[in-house]
């Protein structure tokens, strides 16, 4: 057989994909938003994906791509005034972007595409994930790679930074802390996000920055976490196949990855905001994406904090390469 007559890596995905009615498409959401944290240039990040080729390269699988329209609607959105409430920064502008989020990334499942949504912070995950669960409900799990926890609640953040806390507002865990404080008005900006996702449909991989609010949130709720020091222990291969046991042991559950590229060592990708030494190599994290892709059971992906404004021109082509090539193992591009 020519290359010519060879299945694309589209057609082969789709013949193992278990929940997309139209598994030859990918739905991108292009959120250019930096309001979840406070460092410039990361809304920057979808458009230098672009314009690195990454839509081409989808193409180039064999996929059909459709974008949501209005990606400058998220800079231009930004209320006159958005003072604090509470700790939390810039709460009007998040949410009312991440609520735009859910709506695109939901339309996207929908038609039964890949919601594939490129950021932008990790704040944005509150919509993407609100989005998802909007269509293939509980039964859906969350994969978060990430240097960091992200499940500050209102109450346990230092910063105040949103992007440090989407995955408490997907989890509930804002509700218990609004209970137990007198600040109860701090969430309603927030109310129009349900709890949508159960605390053992998640599994991180790649953690090594956790705050100690957030540690204790992670054992008192029994979510399952492997951070770096079991990567090391039990080497990539087996650190996945763990996560996904836990979350998906049959796999027969749709998959919500959010890769966060400050999950990979600086090394690898250090044109991103909140940088941690000692993280996934090249090829750990790749290996992550080529392991989900394998399962069919990927529904949406994110790929988030890539930050154009850090670093020299070299560290801004590094980064925005890893994170397409990220992307493209997530669709089922392999070594062979």
């Not at 604090?84 to 039964?112: I, T």
């Not at 209970?179 to 349900?194: N, R, T």
């Not at 836990?246 to 966060?260: E, G, K, Q, Y």
């Amino acid at each position: 057989m020519s290359s010519s007559d060879s299945p694309s890596d589209a057609l082969l995905m789709a013949q193992r994909s278990k929940f997309l009615k139209q598994a030859q498409t990918v739905g991108v959401t292009c959120v250019p938003f930096s309001g979840g944290q406070p460092k410039g240039g990361v809304d920057d990040g979808p458009v230098e994906m672009i314009r690195f080729g990454l839509l081409d390269q989808i193409e180039g699988m064999g996929y059909s791509v459709a974008i949501s329209e209005g990606m400058d609607k998220y800079r231009t959105m930004r209320p006159a005034a958005d003072p604090p409430v509470g700790k939390l920064k810039n709460p009007r502008y998040v949410s009312m972007a991440a609520r735009r989020v859910a709506e695109q990334v939901r339309a996207h499942c929908e038609r039964g595409s890949l919601a594939l949504t490129l950021g932008g912070d990790h704040s944005i995950a509150m919509g993407t994930l609100v989005g998802s669960t909007a269509v293939y409900g509980a039964d859906l799990c969350v994969l978060w790679i990430d240097a960091h926890a992200d499940i500050n609640t209102p109450a346990t953040t230092d910063s105040g930074n949103l992007h440090g806390c989407p995955l408490s507002f997907i989890l509930g865990l804002c509700e218990a802390a609004a209970a137990a404080s007198p600040q109860s008005d701090d969430q309603d900006l927030f109310g129009w996000i349900k709890p949508c996702v159960r605390t053992d449909s998640l599994v991180y991989i790649g953690l090594r920055d956790v705050d100690s609010g957030e540690k204790a949130l992670l054992r008192k709720h029994g979510i399952k976490a492997f951070s770096m020091h079991d990567v090391d222990r039990h080497g990539i291969g087996r650190v996945v196949e763990m996560a996904l046991d836990h979350v998906n042991p049959a796999r027969t559950r749709p998959i919500h990855m959010s890769f966060d590229v400050d999950a990979l060592d600086p090394s690898v990708a250090p044109a991103t905001g909140t940088p941690v030494r000692g993280g996934l190599t090249f090829r750990e994290g790749h290996y992550i994406c080529e392991a989900v892709a394998e399962t069919g059971c990927l529904v949406a992906l994110d790929l988030v904090e890539v930050n154009p404004a850090l670093g020299d021109p070299e560290s801004l082509r590094q980064t925005v390469a890893v994170g397409c090539s990220l992307v493209r193992c997530s669709l089922g591009e392999t070594l062979l």
